[in-house]
């Protein structure tokens, strides 16, 4: 995962992603809409077969580091 972590660095991806002005929600407990579309990434990277699969990124404490 730190090599993906690496190429999603390198690529500018996250940056990218923040200048696309996706939509953002108005909740207090809101997740940004770049960090979701990254959790979905590494879930598929990690082989979650659904996207209710990716709540695991979120709790995973690795991951959590990896990724910030």
């Known amino acids: 995962m730190k090599e993906m972590k690496i190429l999603v660095d390198q690529t500018g991806t996250r940056k990218k992603l923040a200048e696309l002005g996706l939509p953002e ?7 940004d809409a770049v960090g979701i579309i990254e959790s979905f990434w590494v879930g598929i990277w ?3 077969f659904r996207f ?5 990124v979120q709790v ?3 991951l959590r580091q990896v990724f910030g």
């Open 25 to 31: 929600s108005k909740s207090n407990n809101r997740i």
């Open 46 to 48: 990690i082989g979650c």
């Open 52 to 56: 209710s699969h990716t709540a695991v």
């Open 60 to 62: 995973d404490e690795v």
